[in-house]
């Protein structure tokens, strides 16, 4: 799922920690870190954080993935830590303290993260199987040539549009910017709107629109790019879609839930390959899938590539252990990558060995989006953190909304953007 579905609240089966050791269950409760091991002559004991994943199975799945390692390493029992709600407040917080996790998985890349030392670099956890990580997975993760992480999945977002309600109205799928403004205005009714990309009438669409016109975010170097000629054109056309009233709002849940396309709300909606078993019950063979179109001659469509990756917390007590249980699950399993890839929601394995086996993403639908995304595919820049994405969020917001003059706001976005990834590089 994307990473910015870790920030909402949901339910798991239960929240708070499990001990795994010696290939058993021992705790099942929240619980204060357990000194473990004891019982099971562990020598280790390994506290392994995940977000609180929505799909059903997920956490079953990382206590299963937990005692397979510990049966195969007998000396390091894993504490599985799930983390509801803000995960990544909490991981940050608790990176600071002495009870930070030895094993983390983290959203969009953290740059900042490997230039603070917190991370380990992971280049010999991947060894000879590093060809085999496709190229957007291995370069998210690279800081001055060194590997910080190994992808665990790729999140792959992309637009759903409603085959049937389309072709009633005689709208072909859109393929530029100004096809689907028209498309949203077109479908939009008095009981619906035509498009949903976020309860806020932004979501993605900010980044999508820069990145379609050719324009970029922020530089490899560390310069902030989206004060560009090319970025104000595509910012300044999302008022349009604001203009026409064709936005859902506020709906009871956000982008990352189909629920709003499902029910026949909006015939098209921005979300992610991992609803894709949630729609295809609800809708059969009634829809289709697009990137989000070039916003004009030149530029190019855009699907967004997000994901998870695990990390390594390079200043814990147990590093060699964290970097075994890391390689063995997540280069070394492949029939484990491969089952948390596709049980829980659809996602692509970002091995392509693994991939290649994933038969639930071979046909259809998800096919056609594992192949938009090979073509398409585009990842946020490491040093997209909080506050640089809220900068330039907001601003997106009030020019969309015409509040202000759109080169002054986002001549202003530019500057608290650059002060605060200057902060991240130590300049």
């Avoid at 949903?196 to 975010?217: H, R, W």
């Avoid at 491969?338 to 994933?358: I, L, M, Q």
């Amino acid at each position: 799922m994307s990473a910015r579905r870790s920030e909402l609240s949901r339910r798991g089966f239960l929240t708070g920690s499990l001990l795994v050791t010696a290939g058993t269950v021992l705790t099942t409760a929240c619980s204060t870190d357990p000194t473990g091991g004891s019982s099971s002559g562990a020598k280790t004991t390994l506290n392994v954080w995940y977000h609180a994943y929505g799909e059903a199975g997920a956490q079953q799945a990382a206590l299963r993935y937990a005692t397979a390692f510990t049966k195969a390493n007998p000396d390091i029992a894993v504490k599985v830590t799930w983390v509801p709600g803000d995960y990544s407040s909490k991981l940050y917080a608790t990176l600071l303290t002495d009870a930070a996790p030895d094993v983390f998985e983290i959203g969009d890349f953290s740059e900042a993260l490997a230039r603070r030392g917190q991370i380990a670099p992971l280049d010999d956890v991947y060894g000879s199987a590093k060809s085999d990580f496709n190229t957007n997975a291995t370069e998210s993760v690279t800081v001055d040539g060194k590997l910080y992480g190994v992808k665990m999945i790729d999140d792959v977002m992309m637009l759903y549009y409603r085959k049937s309600v389309l072709s009633k109205a005689g709208i072909t799928p859109p393929t530029t910017f100004d096809g689907l403004v028209a498309a949203a205005k077109a479908l939009t009714t008095k009981k619906n709107k035509g498009l949903f990309v976020g309860n806020d009438g932004i979501g993605d669409s900010a980044i999508l629109n820069v990145f379609s016109n050719g324009g970029d975010l922020v530089t490899p170097d560390g310069k902030v790019a989206f004060g560009s000629a090319r970025a104000l054109e595509a910012l300044t056309g999302l008022k349009r879609l604001h203009d026409d009233k064709s936005l859902l709002l506020g709906f009871t849940t956000d982008w990352w839930d189909p629920a709003a396309f499902v029910q026949g709300v909006v015939p098209m909606q921005w979300c992610g390959l991992w609803a894709m078993p949630a729609v295809s019950p609800a809708l059969g063979d009634d829809f289709g899938v697009l990137p989000w179109p070039a916003y004009k001659a030149g530029g190019a469509p855009v699907v967004r590539v997000g994901g998870w990756t695990s990390c390594v917390n390079a200043k814990g007590k147990n590093v060699a252990a964290a970097k075994k249980f890391v390689q063995w699950l997540w280069v070394q399993q492949s029939d484990l990558q491969k089952d948390f890839a596709e049980s829980y929601g659809f996602h692509v394995p970002p091995r392509t060995s693994v991939a290649a086996t994933a038969k639930k993403l071979s046909a259809g639908t998800a096919k056609e989006t594992v192949e938009l995304a090979e073509k398409y595919g585009k990842h946020n820049p490491g040093t997209w953190e909080t506050a640089v994405s809220s900068a330039f969020n907001a601003t997106a917001a009030k020019i969309a909304g015409g509040q202000g003059d759109p080169a002054a706001l986002l001549a202003d976005a530019v500057k608290k953007a650059q002060r605060e990834i200057d902060k991240q590089l130590g300049r």
